[in-house]
């Protein structure tokens, strides 16, 4: 099946550094990469939309300009966490979307932030 | 209130028996439904998609019910490897399909 890797897997920083997370689609072009956020004991939350050579749509609540999203090429969407707080800390998963539907969007394995 | 609502559990039980997970939606114009299953620290993944006819996969049947905005998955003869934390997801049109997660059902089979 598809793959979508994301790395790293996990990250530890200290507070006020940025963090850059990469989700990559394998074998496929993914047209929309989603960025989900789960806080322990929750469910997964949308952050952000970002199709290919645009500009993220940002979930209401989530600040843009501190996840920037960067979804360059087919293959390859990058969140940054500019200056991380120890609130963000959190499993941070992308999901990328071929152009057929749902049916065709798949998860990366996740990136588990911790900020101390 | 959240717009996918389940039972956080956790369901503790016994290899082989049977165990029922249910989930309701609150907007009516939700168009797609599944059973995501999604293990600890790692990504969820699609277990099955829910029908309003009813579906069945293996030991797994989920159920759609439109009117009550009710979903209900069903596990028989349950195995060790079931242990996971079982999603409800909805999916709506007017939002651009994307997936709306519940905060999932802890299940644990133990021998």
């Known amino acids: 099946g598809a793959v979508v890797s994301q790395h790293p897997s996990r990250v530890i920083c200290k507070s006020g550094t940025s963090v850059k997370i990469e989700c990559r689609s394998l074998?496929?072009?993914?047209?929309?990469m989603f960025w989900y956020r789960q806080f322990p004991k929750q469910s997964l939350m949308l952050m952000a939309t970002?199709?290919?050579?645009?500009?993220?749509?940002?979930e209401q609540g989530v600040e843009k300009d501190k996840f920037l999203i960067n979804h360059a090429s087919l293959t390859l969407s990058t969140l940054t966490v500019t200056s991380a707080h120890p609130e963000d800390s959190s499993f941070y998963i992308c999901?990328?979307?071929?152009?057929?539907?749902?049916?065709?969007?798949?998860f990366g394995p996740g990136t588990r932030l911790t900020v101390l | 209130r959240k717009e996918v609502e389940q039972d956080p559990g956790p369901f503790n039980v016994p290899e082989g028996a049977t165990v029922a997970f249910n989930c309701t939606y609150s907007n009516s114009a939700s168009q797609s439904f599944f059973w995501y299953r999604q293990d600890c620290r790692k990504e969820p993944k699609l277990l099955m998609s829910v029908y309003s006819s009813g579906n069945e996969d293996g030991r797994f049947t989920a159920q759609l019910n439109r009117a009550s905005q009710y979903i209900s998955l069903l596990i028989r003869d349950s195995k060790l490897s079931d242990s996971a934390t079982y999603l409800c997801v909805v999916i709506r049109m007017e939002y651009g399909n994307k997936l709306v997660f519940g905060a999932g059902t802890i299940l644990r089979v133990k021998s």
């Open positions: 074998d496929f072009q993914a047209t929309t």
């Open positions: 970002s199709n290919e050579g645009s500009k993220a749509t940002y």
């Open positions: 999901s990328a979307r071929a152009s057929g539907g749902w049916d065709t969007q798949y």
